[in-house]
């Protein structure tokens, strides 16, 4: 029996999980390029590309160096990292190398982003594609829809082979109608910067966006690509969020209760094991899965509390574990989570338990 805490991974969901994204990209009609940044596994990305994921997105050069690598296990050589990455002597090396072993892809968005890698990579021996990064309404990175030509166009000039847009609606991890005005917004910014881009003598070939919580509202034509990353686990977010039940989370943080004080009791999976993210809008930093009226109401590193409904409940009495009992949580936000652990353990194995290490955990630059 695995000591507590860890993290498990339930292999029939999971699979339903990959089939379900691929299924629905199919009707959709756009290629999926899920972001591996979740999941950091080999083993869950050569499950993604039989399903017919195309390719793989990732968010570091770290990442991407560990995904080449794993190519011939995975078999995957087409990367892209969805980052404006502001490139260096060291990096664009590592870029350069990466490039050698697979088909790159990386993201710019600003004009002196894309004379930067042009400085470093634009070498005869070495290809890569680029997307300018577009703010479809995440206010975090990428540039207006209508300036997205003028940066596509410097980067051309610098001699950098640009092709298309992309944004990430983070806007849609919100209550009520966030996700699908994010996935609407989205489409609006993404044809808007398709546009910019013609009217700069570019054709925009690829237009990539999507997320976890807004593939429920993608609007078929409007996207060449996907890139959703939560969707193999899901996660308390998720399921907050309507994108997912929780008869479709596949990972969750197996614990032990070590204290109880009546209806109260403490676990040994704290914020090293679950992370730390609440937003203002979740009900607790997790959800425990069987007891779905229980609320996690804090952590510290190596505690969680769980607080459970009194016995006067007018919904009836709740289970209350004793110390001892072992329980499972599903964390708010599964990529801290995962990026927290060394390996995580099958289940769905029978009696044998099976593990797959976190390849690209803490590749984080």
Known sequence: MTDTPYLAVDLTRLESNLTAMARRCADLGVALRP??????????????????????????????????????????????????????????????EIARAVSMRVGVDSIAGAHRLAAEVARPDTHLEVLVEIDSGHHRTGVAAEQAGQVAAAAAAAGLDVVGVFTFPGHGYGPGSARAEAAAAEVV????????????????????????????????????????????????????????????????????????????????????ILGADRPEWATGFGHVLDSPRARITALSEH??????????????????????????VIPNHVCTAVNLVDD??????????????????????
Do not use: M
Not at 71 to 82: H, K, N, S, V, W
Not at 189 to 206: C, E, F, H, T
Not at 303 to 327: C, K, L, M, V
């Open 344 to 365: 995580l353990i099958v289940k769905g194995q029978g009696e044998h338990s099976l593990s797959w290490r976190v390849a690209a955990r803490g590749r984080n630059s």
């Open 303 to 328: 505690h969680a509390t769980i607080d459970y409904p009194e016995d006067d409940d007018p919904e009836g009495p709740a289970r209350i574990p004793d110390p001892g009992d072992r329980i499972e």
């Open 189 to 272: 910014a993404l044809r808007d910067a398709a546009q910019s881009l013609r009217d700069n003598g570019i054709d925009p070939r690829v237009i990539s966006g999507g997320s976890t919580p807004t593939v429920e509202f993608a609007e078929a034509g409007a996207l060449t690509e996907i890139r959703p990353g939560v969707y193999p686990f899901n996660d308390a977010q998720q399921v907050e969020l309507g994108s997912a039940t929780v008869d479709e989370v596949a990972l969750t943080a197996v614990t032990t209760v070590v204290h109880r004080s009546r209806s109260r009791v403490i676990v040994d999976a704290g914020s090293k």
């Open 35 to 96: 972001h591996a940044k979740t999941h950091k596994c080999i083993e869950i990305a050569r499950r993604q590309i039989d399903c017919g994921a195309t390719g793989l997105t990732v968010a570091t050069i770290g990442e991407a160096e560990v995904f080449a690598a794993a190519a011939e296990q995975t078999g995957c050589r087409d990367l892209f990292i969805a980052y404006p990455l502001w490139v260096t002597a060291h990096t664009g090396a590592r870029l350069r």
